[in-house]
């Protein structure tokens, strides 16, 4: 090979390395965050609804024994928005209380859903 046939042949590797080294890492099909129901009831439930499909149930753990604060963690297999209906209280087929967050659009969240009667912000999670 020639010189410069070398030379075009090294700078198209640096400019894919590059490339791929500048890349942003792909998002984590999982959404996760933690829950917790004002009056202390058990958080009894969390349905994610992604409206870029994914929707269902996500897997509940207590935060440090306490079931009126649990972490969660649910598969978005497409990433994007979604809303959390989470209840407080009940039983999982039959909640005490439902409330529902905002649209969500990152994981990490640390969610109080207000359960207790009278309270302005009664069935929202923020």
Known sequence: MKWPTLVVIGAIA???????????APASPYTFGQVRCASG???VGIWVEAYSGGRGW???????GS???VSFRRE??????YMLSVGCGGTPKNWAVPTKSD???RSGYDLVCYDVPGDERFGTCD
């Open 41 to 43: 009831n058990p958080v």
């Open 76 to 81: 978005l297999p497409s990433g994007g928005t």
């Open 14 to 24: 640096c400019g894919f390395i590059v490339l791929v080294v500048t890349l942003p």
């Open 67 to 69: 079931p009126a604060h």
């Open 103 to 105: 649209n969500l659009s």
């Open 58 to 64: 996500a897997d509940r753990e207590a935060v440090a």
